[in-house]
């Protein structure tokens, strides 16, 4: 598994920082398999050959190898080029013994960095006159000594309450607060591990839709394809055109908030965006700040604003490329109404001995990309 000719896979594995495995573990590793979906926690399982006299088994099992709490590191070298699959900790392990020669297996289960500030409830914490954004960079600066670096992009409507007025105050834990924050704000929050072993972003922000995309995903195109099949849908329902209400000052009279225009969130991808055919109003916005209840409406626009989804399994190796998720990516083959730019909303690594494919979904808000041709 160590060598896969153009591809090599690194496995690093320690209490707190994290040291390449021995070779037979290396060895005995029969599969690894890393989940990356926006708006979810990562998560990657390994599968290890779980020999009768093996290391594993004989040793590094019993003294906490894989035991939870052990951080794990996955990095993937394509024709030279290395990539941050997975910063994670382990939180379960599965033994399967077998009567069959080469059957039995250790299965370990983990998440990215992130179940680290899901782990403590905290009741009452203060944070007088921060933004939201101020506030989530002081959560992420607490988990630094793991190598993550906080990249917080401040909100659109600026909502720092003087003391005087209120003092905004943490209930829960430090991820679900930060989530909490992101999507009051139409905002995310995720750790993307690398661009090297050991470190990590901790990004609050909108969803990155800006910069250079990758490498096409090509379908229906004889030698040039690098997918072999790709599925697409588009759902009428999907979108929704929120409504919030505020209260005016020093009267008990409310007002409608205007919907803020997407494009400041989310720029657009596509010439036909999916009309609003559901109208909500959303719920306790009355007694909220203008800019609480401009973000919120906003936040919620976003949210249902993807009706065009694809789908389909790439081979790395063919593509030539490691797709990331959270990133554009181009489409070509599928014809002038699925082409172009996509949101890359989820990819699943599999890795066995020998083979490397993903599995990916891709999303955007309309049809007829604004950018029909894409980056080869």
């Known amino acids: 598994m160590a060598e896969l000719s153009p591809l090599h896979l690194t496995l690093l594995m320690g209490p707190r920082i994290p ?221 929704e055109a929120p409504q919030a209400m505020v209260q005016i000052p020093a009267t008990k009279i409310s007002a409608p908030v205007p919907l803020p225009e997407l494009s400041v969130l989310r720029p657009r991808m596509a010439i036909k965006p999916a009309p609003a055919l559901k109208k909500k109003v959303i719920a306790d916005t009355a007694k909220k700040d203008a800019p609480q209840a401009l973000a919120e409406t906003l936040a919620k626009a976003a949210e249902s604003a993807d009706a065009i989804s694809g789908s389909g399994q790439v081979d790395v190796v063919r593509y030539g490329h490691v797709l990331r998720a959270r990133e554009l990516v181009g489409v070509r083959g599928a014809g002038i109404t699925y082409d172009g730019l996509y949101y890359v909303k989820s990819v699943t690594h599999n890795l066995q001995r020998g083979a490397y494919t993903q599995n990916f979904t891709l999303a955007r808000e309309g049809l007829i990309s604004l950018t029909p041709a894409v980056v080869p």
Not at 61 to 81: H, Q, S
Not at 179 to 193: H, Q, S, T, W
């Open 19 to 239: 040291v390449p495995v021995p070779q037979p573990v290396t060895d005995a590793l029969l599969s690894a398999q890393v989940t990356v979906t926006a708006g979810q926690r990562s998560g990657f399982q390994l599968s290890f050959d779980l020999s009768k006299k093996g290391l594993i088994r004989e040793t590094l099992l019993p003294a906490g190898f894989f035991d939870p709490e052990i951080r794990v590191i996955l990095m993937v070298t394509l024709r030279g080029t290395p990539t941050v699959l997975m910063d994670g900790i382990c939180i379960r392990q599965e033994v399967g013994v077998s009567n069959q020669p080469g059957q039995s297996t250790l299965t370990v289960t983990g998440e990215d960095l992130s179940v680290l500030m899901d782990l403590e409830q905290k009741e009452h914490v203060q944070y007088p006159a921060l933004s939201p954004a101020a506030r989530a960079a002081v959560i992420i600066s607490q988990y630094a000594t793991y190598g993550v670096v906080p990249v917080v992009v401040p909100e659109i409507f600026p909502q720092t309450a003087l003391p005087t007025q209120r003092v905004e105050s943490q209930k829960g834990t430090d991820l679900e607060y930060l989530n909490e924050l992101a999507k009051a704000n139409g905002y995310v929050f995720y750790i993307d591990p690398g661009p090297v072993p050991g470190v990590s972003r901790g990004y609050w922000g909108p969803e990155v839709r800006l910069g250079v995309p990758q490498p096409a995903l090509t379908v229906n195109s004889d030698a040039q394809s690098t997918v072999d099949q790709m599925t697409f849908s588009f759902d009428g329902t999907a979108r």
